[in-house]
């Protein structure tokens, strides 16, 4: 009700002040009837009661303010907390979360900590560098009539500028990069004459596009007075600093705040973001996540033995059972009362026949033919398409009326056969509002809208998951993950409203901007109403395009505004959604079923009679195929009239079985020329040396490019090495043969799966080969050259049957594969089931007028008469599979919003969009990106279920070896031996006493941390005292460095001292921290690549040693043990990368970003022309940031224009990113997820294991029991 910018009205203050005293009275009434304080059950001990309390002091100061005319927001806010202590759920919920916090708040201090080191980094390499701009130099004219800016803008202005490197950067752009300047539509290129007057060159005459290029002028790079996107984006100080890291770590809109920096520092800037993405995104994020999930899920297993099956569902399981209960009773009177007349002629008439259309019910034939009239239907469903024939339209209405009649036939036998029993099961009541809608949709004639309904045939299908239980055990998960996390959900939903409230007290009515012409622009993402305010939350909660409404916020109102983003993604993506993650493993890991599941299959015993009546049917049928078999039997007898072709074939066959261990039938086991093939394919030169040509082959496939010339010398070699690397992996191939034989035999080549795909890629090799010197140029060969040497591009298969690590990573992968495709299946009928939803609603309407003025543009016509564009939006639901291409963009999560926009939008066929046209459409929306949300994290689930299976097999082979090796149980004998330090002078033994405390540590720390501290002082354009202040305590801190180590190294000794890993990076920190005030001091800090003032942030690294808390020590360790399997993992991503990147460059290499055709996504730095580019475009593509605006950009269509346009772009693309983003977000980002949980259960065990794939073995840490050792022995010699 509260609208803002217009203030309350006078009825609705009345009723807020109405409330507040209602639950003021509340409070005054338990105050006097328990007591308020040192009671038994008095008042205020009650958190609960705390909290009410609370809220009525906040409300009743704002009340106070408001006398004295300060609004106090916050006052507001605080009433719907109410609602926490009202509802049991909730309020479970809540208490777990108020234990976690502790545990909260540890997770928060490493990630701020994470987040300030390269917040401090930013600062000390760019502060000030996206300040850069190209202003007028000193040789523009000054008699002139041109108006031009101070410095060159886009027409983007500060939401994309052009930001320039100065000299002496090895930046990416440049003044002289700027285009030309245009008029009347073509660019100019005439320089100014200097000497001429203004009357001759001030307003050019334009003769064929001749003009004067006034941005030429643009020569000067200098710092101006703005960063991009109003301000916000930069790392002038430490607080914007931050902003902009913690954006880089939500990975929204990470990639072009690189972008700005390769423009500006150096294109090797990227390595920074890549290193903040993985150790920040990748790692902590996921560390956080997984530790607030499992640190929940134990408080609640300690509050309560029973899990919550969810109010939704025992809501409509209890309204079912009523139901039931009172057909039964129905029944029951309609036996003992029969009604006289018509009824019972009629019930006499059918009563003969009951029985037989009761067994035709329930026979397994009526249902087989029933469920394929549904797949029957749904494909005639899955078939309508925009712009389809009218008699194809005139088909499926037809086939409409005829399913919907066979539909209503069932229903009617059901009904005579069951009477009121048809509506015991739920599947039958869920069939008759379907037929009903579907015959009133026929008899109504209406306009369509009923007939998105008919889009639900589909869910019953679920009667065929008795035949795949494991499917069905996923889909059981999936909903008691759902029904546990009821509760979860209604405190999400509740939160959402909280901050949507507050979101509307601080920026209702503020996101009004004015565009280049003057109109004034409403941003569509705001927090103007309640409706929106909730819409915009639930946008931040799945980050996307969070950061636009940031810059929004921080621009209109404060930048002290980014605390409420920060705390909306804190609380509600990394707490709550991160509890829904630990739900879904829990729910995995569950052995037995919960209630909620007890009662799905007591809902569903109709099914399972007819699964056994079903089989009890098909098991008579077995005697029929005994003739099949008597004839079979009776062959041989009737065949041996024709005894001398059998003969010889007998012969043959006979010859061949002899000779199976012969290699093509003519190499003995005893030939030597095999046994001389079968020694050398087992040297190990050999291996090694087919790895170094399958390496060089990978190298000259990441060296193909589309802008080799034909021609060049480039080409000749690549093309005369492909010759070159096919031969020699053919003669492999041959060797192998010889010595293994091909098909028969124990260890023959085909019997190894990874044989057969190395020798698949060696004859595709060759027949690329062949064809490509047979067709000399034809044109008809050129489609089968394309496909090969796509195919080419799979040589680096090759390398995971060489590469053990790899090979262990991959054969873990591929054990999942089962599960992961189950997820998949049921995903694809999710979205099967949304997309019919989408075409039904959204068929043809996804058309909009593009040109410079289209506010009175209404229709189709209206935009072809005024000589505009009537374009089809890339994302739609004109058919199925663009349907289901929309809705894995949204899925992902990327570009969802703009697709929630247009579908909003639209208004009809053939008519222009309308802003918010039909905003019930945001139920479409939104219910299938809550569904996602689960969706997503069972393959978190799927992949931790995975990880801990191979787990304990590894853990069962462990102790399998541990029991045949007896040397492995005995005991080490450790011999006793003196301390070391025992015949110290007593100055040394002090030093030594001083190193082995806790004083030194904690001492370092705080100056370390001091440091820090100061050196995040730093800003641009600091003060003079600013910098000596940073410079002097560096000196000074860098001393007291010294000291420290030089006191260690007297006190246990260098060999002993670099003994301990950790002193080792003690020194490494001083020798930084010198090399550094080296460089700058005799001013080299021009001549090598990296800043040297970035050196001394690598001091921080040494408040990891002195984090003496437990929790601390085990997250630390925790993400230590993760990096360690960083290398396996790594393999993975870049052997999927690897083969994307040569097929991107294949396939996406020649596109082009013109004024004719604009790019939403690619990029100068996000591209497809080479190799490395294109690895630089899958990880921004992997992050999921504006993958969906770079698809769009390869679904083009194919110009006459176009030179070397691909025609089957707009297919091939869709299945390029789609399973790129499936193996790289959905599986193998996950499987960091299921890393860091099982080295969260290592960390938190006595005697760890190793993760499934190949580990390295765990480094000893010598300092803490060195340290224990010293301590302890110390400890002796002062008693003695």
């Known amino acids: 009700m509260y609208e803002p910018g217009e203030g309350k009205s006078y009825k609705l203050e009345v009723f807020d002040f109405f409330v507040f005293a209602f639950f003021l009275v509340e409070t005054t009434v338990k105050m006097v009837a328990f007591g308020v304080y040192g009671y038994k059950n008095s008042y205020l001990p009650n958190k609960w009661n705390k909290l009410d309390f609370f809220i009525n002091i906040a409300e009743a100061f704002g009340y106070f303010f408001n006398i004295l005319g300060i609004d106090f927001l916050l006052s507001q806010v605080f009433g719907p907390l109410r609602l926490i202590s009202r509802v049991p759920s909730m309020r479970d919920v809540v208490t777990v979360l108020i234990d976690v916090v502790p545990m909260l708040a540890i997770v928060l201090v490493i990630f701020l900590f994470v987040i300030h080191l390269f917040a401090v980094v930013g600062v000390q390499l760019w502060a000030g560098q996206l300040r850069n701009r190209c202003f007028l130099g000193d040789d523009i004219p000054t008699n002139n009539n041109m108006s031009l800016s101070p410095y060159f803008e886009t027409m983007f202005d500060e939401k994309v500028p052009f930001v320039c490197t100065r000299e002496g950067k090895s930046g990416t752009q440049h003044c002289r990069d700027i285009p030309p300047y245009q008029e009347n539509g073509g660019n100019c290129s005439l320089a100014a004459p200097h000497n001429a007057s203004a009357a001759n060159w001030g307003i050019p005459t334009v003769a064929s596009h001749t003009c004067i290029n006034w941005h030429s002028f643009y020569n000067v790079c200098r710092a101006s007075e703005k960063n991009p996107h109003r301000g916000v984006i930069n790392f002038d100080n430490i607080f914007y600093a931050w902003i902009t890291i913690f954006q880089v770590v939500t990975l929204e809109g990470w990639a072009e705040i690189m972008f700005f920096i390769m423009d500006a520092h150096s294109f090797l800037s990227f390595l920074f973001f890549m290193l903040v993405t993985v150790m920040g995104s990748f790692i902590i994020v996921n560390v956080c996540a997984v530790v607030i999930a499992t640190q929940f899920l134990e408080n609640m297993k300690l509050k309560s033995e029973?899990?919550?099956?969810?109010?939704?569902?025992?809501?409509?399981?209890?309204?079912?059972?009523?139901?039931?209960?009172?057909?039964?009773?129905?029944?029951?009177?309609?036996?003992?009362?029969?009604?006289?007349?018509?009824?019972?002629?009629?019930?006499?008439?059918?009563?003969?026949?009951?029985?037989?259309?009761?067994?035709?019910?329930?026979?397994?034939?009526?249902?087989?033919?029933?469920?394929?009239?549904?797949?029957?239907s749904i494909i005639t469903i899955a078939v309508e398409h925009h712009n389809q024939p009218p008699k194809m339209t005139h088909v499926l209405h037809i086939c409409n009326i005829v399913f919907t009649f066979v539909f209503f036939v069932e229903m009617t036998l059901k009904l005579i056969a069951l009477r009121f029993k048809y509506f015991f099961d739920l599947n039958n009541i869920f069939d008759f509002a379907i037929v009903i809608v579907s015959v009133w949709e026929l008899i109504a004639q209406s306009d369509g809208r009923l007939s998105v309904l008919r889009a639900f045939r589909l869910l019953r299908f679920v009667r065929l998951l008795h035949f795949l239980p494991y499917l069905l055990r996923q889909l059981l998960v999936l909903k008691r993950t759902i029904a546990e996390a009821g509760p979860l959900c209604m405190l999400l939903l509740f939160f959402t409203f909280v901050c949507s409230v507050l979101g509307m007290r601080l920026f209702g009515g503020q996101f009004i901007f004015k565009d280049p012409q003057g109109d004034i622009i409403i941003e569509r993402k705001n927090f103007d109403t309640m409706l929106w305010s909730m819409v915009t939350v639930f946008q931040i909660l799945t980050q996307e395009d969070w950061n636009l409404v940031l810059y929004n916020a921080m621009t209109s109102t404060t930048p002290w505004a980014f605390l409420y983003f920060v705390t909306v993604i804190m609380l509600g993506k990394h707490v709550l959604l991160n509890i829904l993650v630990g739900i879904v493993v829990q729910s995995f890991q569950e052995k037995e079923s919960s209630e909620c599941d007890q009662d799905s299959s007591r809902v569903d015993e109709d099914f399972n009679d007819s699964v056994t009546s079903f089989t009890s049917e098909t098991d008579p049928s077995r005697p029929s195929q005994s003739p099949l078999t008597s004839e079979k039997d009776t062959e041989p007898a009737n065949t041996q009239e024709d005894n001398k072709p059998l003969t010889c074939i007998q012969q043959m066959l006979h010859w061949c079985k002899e000779h199976e261990e012969w290699a093509f039938y003519v190499f003995s086991p005893q030939n030597r020329f095999r046994s001389y093939c079968q020694r050398l394919i087992s040297h190990k030169l050999f291996d090694n040396t087919v790895l170094l040509f399958i390496l060089l082959s990978c190298v000259t496939i990441a060296m193909e490019r589309p802008a080799i010339h034909d021609e060049s010398t480039e080409r000749w070699i690549l093309n005369m090495s492909r010759y070159v690397f096919s031969s020699v992996f053919l003669v492999e191939m041959l060797f192998k043969v010889v010595a293994l034989g091909v098909f028969f035999g124990k260890d023959c080549y085909c019997s190894s799966s990874w044989n057969v795909v190395d020798g698949s890629l060696v004859i595709l090799s060759v027949i690329h080969i062949i064809i490509s010197l047979a067709s000399s140029g034809e044109n008809n060969m050129l489609g089968i050259l394309k496909v090969l040497r796509l195919l080419r591009t799979l040589r680096p298969l090759r390398v995971i049957k060489r590469a053990p690590k790899l090979k262990l990573a991959v054969d873990a992968l591929i054990t999942s594969i089962k599960p992961i495709g189950n997820i998949v299946f049921i995903c694809c009928t999710f979205f099967f089931f949304y997309g019919i939803l989408g075409v039904q609603l959204f068929q043809g309407k996804f058309f909009h007028c593009l040109g410079q003025y289209t506010k009175h543009i209404t229709n189709k016509s209206d935009c072809l008469s005024a000589n505009y564009l009537w374009v089809q939006k890339p994302y739609n639901f004109d058919s199925l599979p663009q349907a289901l291409m929309s809705l894995f963009v949204m899925y992902s999560k990327d570009g969802w919003v703009n697709l929630m926009y247009d579908g909003l939008d639209a208004v009809g066929i053939d008519q222009q969009p309308v802003r918010n046209h039909n905003q019930w459409m945001l139920v479409f929306f939104i219910t299938f990106m809550v569904m996602s949300f689960f969706l997503l994290d069972m393959f978190i689930g799927v992949m931790v279920e995975t990880f801990a299976q191979c787990q304990q097999q590894q853990k069962k082979e462990n102790k399998e070896e541990a029991s045949h090796d007896p040397s492995r149980n005995k005991p080490k004998k450790i011999p006793t031996q003196t301390p070391y330090y025992t015949y110290y002078s007593p100055m040394r033994r002090s030093i030594h006493t001083l190193c082995t405390s806790d004083f030194l540590d904690v001492f370092m720390a705080a100056v370390i941390l001091m440091s820090v501290l100061i050196m995040a002082f730093q800003h641009y354009k600091q003060p003079l005292y600013i910098e000596r202040l940073t410079e002097y305590s560096y000196y000074a801190f860098t001393v007291l460095l010294i000291i420290e180590v030089l006191l260690k190294i007297l006190a246990f000794g260098i060999r002993r001292f670099l003994r301990n890993s950790w002193n080792h990076l003690d020194l490494a920190v001083v020798l930084v921290s010198v090399a550094s005030i080296v460089f700058i001091g005799i001013e080299m800090a021009d001549w090598i690549p990296i800043n040297p003032s970035i050196l001394r942030v690598c001091r921080v690294l040494r408040l990891a040693k002195v984090l003496k808390h437990k929790k601390i020590r085990v997250l630390l360790k925790t993400i230590i043990k993760t990096l360690s399997q960083v290398g396996s993992i790594c393999l993975l991503f870049a052997f999927f990368f690897f083969i994307y990147a040569a097929l991107g460059v294949e396939l996406f290499g020649n596109l082009e970003c013109t004024e004719e055709n604009p790019c939403l996504g690619l990029h100068r730095h996000a591209n497809f022309k080479h190799f490395g580019m294109a690895l630089l475009t899958l990880y921004q593509v992997c992050t999921g940031d504006n993958w969906s605006g770079i698809m769009k950009d390869t679904l083009r269509e194919c110009r006459p224009t176009d030179i070397d346009c691909v025609t089957y772009l707009s297919r091939v693309s869709p299945m390029f990113f789609s399973s790129f983003v499936v193996m790289a977000q959905f599986v193998l980002v996950n499987l960091v997820v299921a890393a860091i949980m099982q080295a969260l259960e290592d960390s938190n065990e006595s005697n760890p294991t190793n993760f499934c794939l190949p580990l390295e073995k765990d480094e000893e840490d010598p300092s803490d029991n060195a340290g224990a050792r010293l301590r302890g022995s110390v400890g002796v010699l002062s008693n003695e």
Not at 326 to 332: E, G
């Open 306 to 376: 029973e899990p919550s099956p969810g109010a939704a569902c025992n809501a409509l399981r209890l309204l079912c059972r009523r139901f039931a209960c009172w057909l039964r009773r129905f029944n029951r009177s309609n036996k003992v009362q029969p009604n006289a007349g018509q009824k019972g002629t009629l019930g006499s008439i059918l009563r003969p026949f009951n029985k037989h259309i009761r067994t035709l019910v329930e026979s397994s034939h009526f249902d087989h033919v029933i469920m394929f009239a549904v797949f029957l």
